[in-house]
Every structure is written in structure tokens, then in C-alpha cells.
């Protein structure tokens, strides 16, 4: 693996996936301008790096995965200033969450307000028990600008997403877990091993079948059902053209474990 040097996150490449750490410890990883210039410029080279099979994000320290947007960053904003300052954010998390790799927030502590949204980009959420999520934005006098207003709805159905952003309550890991807001719960000491472990059974599958569910998952959410059916058949006759299909087919049908190869 290797290390590239940001001034707010840490990338670090292992084998066949990738980590990104929320650096700002002292600032319990907060948001802002800088954050999101390094965020794009990492996600864009993770985009474009056929290595990397698979994505997770977490934050740095005990403490948080990240507590929201930079506050004092924020208040400097105004009704024009604001839209940018939303809009600019908002496509960092949709180029995240336009990624057709596997991506998974492993949610260690605090995910507020756009930390939470952070996660929400992400297709998986892991969390440790003291992770505490909530969109508190109306507490301020605003409302959730990086995607909140949207993914949480598809996320944890409409009624609970607004219960969630109109009272700016916090949920904590168990609560998260019954709505659907995490797929899993695990001890803070466990929570990235765990994680890796389910990255590491992930990239066992054919990485090629992979991305393309994911691929199909993702545009579930744009497309009506009869057009996602069509686009579902498609990408399953792209797939039935790799090698890693006849791999596949051949290790069940001659009862052996597949060497997928990712052609």
C-alpha cells in the first residue's frame, strides 16, 4: 500500500481497496473548505484507479467520524454565498456516491449534520456502539445542505427522515441500526476489523460482478422500475461476456472454489 499526503484526510491504499481517515481530530473532523477540496481531488484519483475494488471512510480519533460542517466557516455565509457553499459539497458527496465500487462509512462516533450526510453518500453504513447520528441543521437556523433532505428519505423511509431532520435529534448506534441507518453494530475496538473483514469478502467475489451490481443498485434510484429492469438485463448480459462468468459457472458446476481474475 502507500500514503498520500492531504492536509485534512489520509489516504492510504491496501490491497485491492482503499481508506480514507477524517483527519481534524482537534476540530472532531468537522467539514470544511479544505476538507471537501481534498476529499474530490482523492475520490477523483480513487475513481480513476482500477486497483481499487473497494472504498471505506472513517474518522480519526475516538471520538467522532466527523461532527458536522465547519460552523464558524459557515456562519460567514449569506443567501447567495450559501447556495454555493451547499452546492459545492453537495457534488463532492454525489461524486462518492456515484462510485461503482463498494463504499462503506465506518461510522467511529459522531456523524452529524454534513458528517452524517458523509455516510449517507456512501451505499454501507458500519458503526461503533458510541456512534451517535443526526442531521441538527434546524437547530441552526438551516437545513441539511449536502444531500440530507434527500438520501435520508430512500435511506430510512419518509416519515422517520423527517421526524429525524424537523426535530434535529440524535440517534444513537442502536437506534440507527433498527431504522436502517447502519447495517451493523460492533465494539469500538472491533468496528475496523470488522469492517475490513467484510472488504475482504467482498473483494473475494468476482470484483467485475461486483461493480456492476453495484452499478444496477445505484441507478435503482433515478430509474422507474420497468426502465431499471431493462438497464438490469443489460448490464447482466455485459457480465455474462467476462471471464470471471465462466470462472464462475465452471467452480459450481465442478464444485470447486472460483479463482475470479476480474476479466
Known amino acids: 500500500g502507500g500514503k498520500m499526503n492531504y492536509e485534512t484526510i489520509i489516504f492510504e491504499k491496501k490491497a485491492g481497496w482503499a481508506l480514507i481517515t477524517l483527519n481534524r481530530p482537534d476540530k472532531l473532523n468537522a467539514l470544511n473548505k479544505q476538507m471537501f477540496d481534498d476529499l474530490d481531488d482523492c475520490f477523483k484519483l480513487v475513481q480513476h484507479d482500477p ?16 461532527a458536522g ?17 451547499s452546492a459545492y459539497g453537495s457534488n463532492v ?19 452529524l449534520g454534513g458528517g452524517c450526510e458523509l455516510t449517507l453518500a456512501c451505499q454501507m453504513r458500519f458503526a461503533s456502539e458510541n456512534a451517535k447520528m443526526g442531521q441538527p441543521e434546524v437547530n441552526l437556523g438551516i437545513i441539511p445542505g449536502y444531500g440530507g433532505t434527500q438520501r435520508l428519505p430512500r435511506i430510512v ?10 426535530s434535529a435529534n440524535m440517534v444513537d448506534a442502536n437506534e440507527a441500526l433498527r431504522i436502517g441507518l447502519v ?26 460482478a461486483l461493480s456492476a451490481a453495484v452499478e444496477c443498485v445505484n441507478a435503482s434510484e433515478y430509474l422507474s422500475e420497468l426502465d431499471g429492469l431493462h438497464y438490469e438485463s ?9 471471464e470471471d462468468f465462466k470462472e464462475g459457472t465452471k467452480a459450481f458446476l465442478e464444485k470447486r472454489k472460483a479463482e475470479f481474475k476480474g476479466k
Do not use: W
Not at 471505506?56 to 475516538?62: D, F, H, I, K, N
Not at 423511509?157 to 424537523?166: N, S, T
Not at 447495517?183 to 470484483?207: D, H, I, Q, R, W
Open 51 to 66: 486497483e481499487i475494488k473497494a472504498l471505506v471512510l472513517t474518522g480519526s480519533g475516538a471520538k467522532a467520524f466527523a
Open 69 to 85: 460542517a465547519d460552523i464558524k466557516e459557515l456562519h460567514e455565509s449569506d443567501g447567495i454565498t450559501g447556495s454555493f457553499f
Open 93 to 111: 458527496m454525489k461524486r462518492l456516491a456515484q462510485m461503482n465500487i463498494p463504499t462503506i462509512a465506518a461510522v467511529n462516533g459522531f456523524a
Open 157 to 166: 423511509g419518509k416519515a422517520k427522515a423527517m421526524e429525524l431532520i424537523l
Open 183 to 208: 447495517n451493523a453494530v460492533y465494539k469500538p475496538e472491533e468496528l475496523m476489523a470488522k469492517v475490513e473483514e467484510f472488504v475482504y469478502l467482498l473483494l473475494s467475489k468476482g470484483t467485475l
Open 234 to 242: 443489460k448490464v447482466f448480459g455485459r457480465t455474462c461476456g467476462t
